[in-house]
Protein backbone atom coordinates (compact mmCIF):
# COMPACT_ATOMS: atom_id res chain seq x y z
CA UNK A 1 0.00 0.00 0.00
CA UNK A 2 1.02 3.74 -0.77
CA UNK A 3 1.41 6.06 2.49
CA UNK A 4 -0.42 9.29 1.86
CA UNK A 5 2.68 11.17 3.01
CA UNK A 6 4.82 10.32 -0.16
CA UNK A 7 5.63 12.51 -3.20
CA UNK A 8 3.98 10.06 -5.73
CA UNK A 9 0.26 12.54 -4.99
CA UNK A 10 2.29 15.17 -6.24
CA UNK A 11 2.03 16.37 -9.77
CA UNK A 12 -0.96 14.29 -10.64
CA UNK A 13 -1.73 13.16 -14.04
CA UNK A 14 -5.40 13.04 -15.13
CA UNK A 15 -7.43 10.18 -14.41
CA UNK A 16 -11.01 9.72 -15.92
CA UNK A 17 -11.97 7.88 -12.65
CA UNK A 18 -10.35 10.40 -10.43
CA UNK A 19 -8.78 7.60 -9.19
CA UNK A 20 -5.52 7.78 -7.22
CA UNK A 21 -2.34 5.40 -6.77
CA UNK A 22 -3.04 2.20 -4.75
CA UNK A 23 -0.29 0.03 -5.00
CA UNK A 24 3.91 0.74 -4.86
CA UNK A 25 6.72 -1.72 -3.81
CA UNK A 26 10.69 -1.21 -3.91
CA UNK A 27 12.44 -1.75 -7.39
CA UNK A 28 15.97 -2.31 -8.25
CA UNK A 29 17.49 0.58 -9.24
CA UNK A 30 17.73 0.99 -13.11
CA UNK A 31 19.74 3.61 -15.84
CA UNK A 32 16.72 4.99 -17.72
CA UNK A 33 18.04 8.10 -19.54
CA UNK A 34 17.42 11.21 -18.29
CA UNK A 35 16.32 14.14 -20.78
CA UNK A 36 18.69 17.14 -21.71
CA UNK A 37 17.02 20.30 -20.80
CA UNK A 38 18.83 23.34 -21.81
CA UNK A 39 17.75 26.90 -21.45
CA UNK A 40 18.70 28.80 -24.43
CA UNK A 41 16.72 32.39 -23.07
CA UNK A 42 16.76 33.20 -19.38
CA UNK A 43 17.24 36.62 -19.41
CA UNK A 44 15.15 39.47 -17.50
CA UNK A 45 13.45 42.46 -20.01
CA UNK A 46 11.64 45.16 -18.01
CA UNK A 47 9.84 43.66 -14.34
CA UNK A 48 9.30 40.31 -16.75
CA UNK A 49 11.95 37.31 -16.51
CA UNK A 50 11.59 35.47 -20.27
CA UNK A 51 12.70 31.99 -20.73
CA UNK A 52 13.13 29.27 -23.81
CA UNK A 53 13.51 25.76 -22.98
CA UNK A 54 14.76 22.98 -25.04
CA UNK A 55 13.93 19.69 -23.34
CA UNK A 56 15.20 16.39 -25.86
CA UNK A 57 14.72 12.77 -24.73
CA UNK A 58 17.21 10.13 -24.88
CA UNK A 59 15.50 7.85 -24.71
CA UNK A 60 12.03 6.50 -27.10
CA UNK A 61 9.17 8.68 -25.33
CA UNK A 62 5.53 9.85 -25.74
CA UNK A 63 4.58 12.14 -23.67
CA UNK A 64 5.83 14.95 -21.41
CA UNK A 65 3.64 16.58 -18.29
CA UNK A 66 4.86 19.95 -17.13
CA UNK A 67 4.00 21.03 -13.82
CA UNK A 68 4.01 24.31 -11.54
CA UNK A 69 5.06 23.79 -8.10
CA UNK A 70 4.71 27.10 -6.54
CA UNK A 71 1.73 29.25 -8.45
CA UNK A 72 3.93 31.78 -10.28
CA UNK A 73 2.21 33.10 -13.41
CA UNK A 74 3.08 32.04 -16.35
CA UNK A 75 2.69 34.53 -19.41
CA UNK A 76 2.82 34.08 -23.34
CA UNK A 77 3.54 30.27 -23.24
CA UNK A 78 4.16 28.46 -26.46
CA UNK A 79 4.88 24.80 -26.90
CA UNK A 80 7.77 24.63 -30.18
CA UNK A 81 5.68 27.90 -31.40
CA UNK A 82 2.54 27.13 -31.17
CA UNK A 83 0.13 29.46 -28.44
CA UNK A 84 -1.62 28.09 -25.71
CA UNK A 85 -5.67 28.35 -25.45
CA UNK A 86 -7.15 29.71 -22.70
CA UNK A 87 -10.22 27.47 -21.67
CA UNK A 88 -12.14 26.20 -18.74
CA UNK A 89 -12.91 22.93 -17.84
CA UNK A 90 -13.32 19.99 -15.09
CA UNK A 91 -9.76 18.19 -15.93
CA UNK A 92 -8.04 21.12 -15.16
CA UNK A 93 -9.06 21.33 -11.77
CA UNK A 94 -8.49 17.13 -11.27
CA UNK A 95 -4.81 18.28 -12.32
CA UNK A 96 -3.89 21.07 -10.37
CA UNK A 97 -0.32 23.01 -11.07
CA UNK A 98 -0.19 21.52 -14.48
CA UNK A 99 0.82 23.69 -17.28
CA UNK A 100 0.40 21.27 -20.47
CA UNK A 101 0.75 17.91 -21.81
CA UNK A 102 2.88 17.24 -24.73
CA UNK A 103 2.69 13.83 -26.98
CA UNK A 104 5.94 13.19 -28.36
CA UNK A 105 6.05 12.79 -32.21
CA UNK A 106 9.78 11.32 -33.90
CA UNK A 107 11.43 11.92 -30.42
CA UNK A 108 11.48 15.31 -31.12
CA UNK A 109 12.61 18.01 -28.57
CA UNK A 110 10.03 20.64 -27.01
CA UNK A 111 10.69 24.13 -27.14
CA UNK A 112 8.71 26.30 -24.33
CA UNK A 113 9.19 29.84 -24.88
CA UNK A 114 7.19 32.02 -21.44
CA UNK A 115 7.95 35.13 -19.00
CA UNK A 116 7.18 35.15 -14.93
CA UNK A 117 7.42 38.58 -13.17
CA UNK A 118 11.22 38.91 -12.75
CA UNK A 119 10.59 38.85 -8.74
CA UNK A 120 9.09 35.45 -9.14
CA UNK A 121 11.39 32.30 -8.60
CA UNK A 122 10.68 29.43 -11.53
CA UNK A 123 9.91 25.80 -10.04
CA UNK A 124 8.58 23.39 -12.70
CA UNK A 125 8.32 19.69 -12.73
CA UNK A 126 8.98 17.37 -15.81
CA UNK A 127 7.04 13.77 -15.76
CA UNK A 128 8.59 12.23 -18.71
CA UNK A 129 6.45 8.93 -20.00
CA UNK A 130 7.25 6.27 -22.44
CA UNK A 131 4.12 3.54 -22.91
CA UNK A 132 6.95 0.45 -22.77
CA UNK A 133 6.61 -0.63 -19.07
CA UNK A 134 6.43 -4.41 -20.63
CA UNK A 135 8.53 -4.77 -23.68
CA UNK A 136 11.41 -2.34 -22.44
CA UNK A 137 14.37 -4.77 -21.84
CA UNK A 138 15.74 -2.99 -18.87
CA UNK A 139 13.14 -4.46 -17.34
CA UNK A 140 11.30 -7.84 -16.93
CA UNK A 141 7.70 -7.44 -16.49
CA UNK A 142 5.01 -10.24 -15.88
CA UNK A 143 2.77 -9.90 -19.19
CA UNK A 144 -0.74 -10.05 -19.33
CA UNK A 145 -2.71 -12.89 -20.23
CA UNK A 146 -4.57 -13.33 -23.42
CA UNK A 147 -8.10 -11.37 -23.09
CA UNK A 148 -6.49 -9.00 -20.54
CA UNK A 149 -6.08 -4.92 -21.29
CA UNK A 150 -5.00 -2.08 -19.58
CA UNK A 151 -7.79 0.32 -18.11
CA UNK A 152 -8.32 2.69 -20.62
CA UNK A 153 -8.82 6.87 -20.17
CA UNK A 154 -5.68 6.80 -17.37
CA UNK A 155 -1.68 6.31 -18.04
CA UNK A 156 -0.60 3.00 -17.35
CA UNK A 157 1.98 0.68 -18.70
CA UNK A 158 4.69 3.51 -18.87
CA UNK A 159 8.04 3.50 -17.79
CA UNK A 160 7.79 7.28 -15.73
CA UNK A 161 10.63 9.71 -14.87
CA UNK A 162 10.02 12.79 -12.78
CA UNK A 163 12.88 15.81 -12.52
CA UNK A 164 13.33 19.31 -11.64
CA UNK A 165 13.13 21.67 -15.10
CA UNK A 166 16.60 23.03 -14.37
CA UNK A 167 19.78 23.21 -17.37
CA UNK A 168 21.65 19.70 -17.36
CA UNK A 169 24.94 19.78 -16.64
CA UNK A 170 27.31 20.34 -19.59
CA UNK A 171 30.20 18.14 -20.65
CA UNK A 172 33.05 20.03 -20.89
CA UNK A 173 34.90 18.85 -24.12
CA UNK A 174 38.62 18.17 -23.81
CA UNK A 175 40.18 20.40 -25.50
CA UNK A 176 42.85 19.78 -27.76
CA UNK A 177 46.51 20.37 -27.19
CA UNK A 178 49.05 21.47 -29.95
CA UNK A 179 52.65 20.99 -29.55
CA UNK A 180 54.36 24.56 -30.89
CA UNK A 181 57.42 24.36 -32.63
CA UNK A 182 59.66 27.25 -32.71
CA UNK A 183 60.12 29.35 -36.12
CA UNK A 184 62.65 28.60 -38.29
CA UNK A 185 63.91 30.79 -40.95
CA UNK A 186 63.54 29.92 -44.62
CA UNK A 187 66.47 28.16 -45.71
CA UNK A 188 66.18 29.89 -49.39
CA UNK A 189 67.69 33.16 -49.77
CA UNK A 190 66.86 35.66 -52.50
CA UNK A 191 69.96 38.14 -54.10
CA UNK A 192 68.77 41.01 -54.15
CA UNK A 193 68.97 42.21 -58.08
CA UNK A 194 72.20 44.75 -57.98
CA UNK A 195 70.77 46.61 -61.60
CA UNK A 196 69.14 49.70 -60.86
CA UNK A 197 67.14 51.59 -63.22
Known amino acids: MIKNNTSIYSNKLYSKYGSEYTFMTE ?31 NRS ?17 KANGVQSIDFKSNIVSKTAGKLLTYYVVDNL ?14 DLNLVESSFDLLANSLLKMTQRKPGMIPM ?4 NDAIIIKQKIK ?31
Open 27 to 57: APLKKIPKPTIEFLRDTVKGNQHLYKIKITP
Open 61 to 77: VNRYDIFVNNNVQINNL
Open 109 to 122: PLELEFSTLNTQNL
Open 152 to 155: PFVL
Open 167 to 197: PSPKVEKEKASFRRFPKQKDSITVEVDSIKR
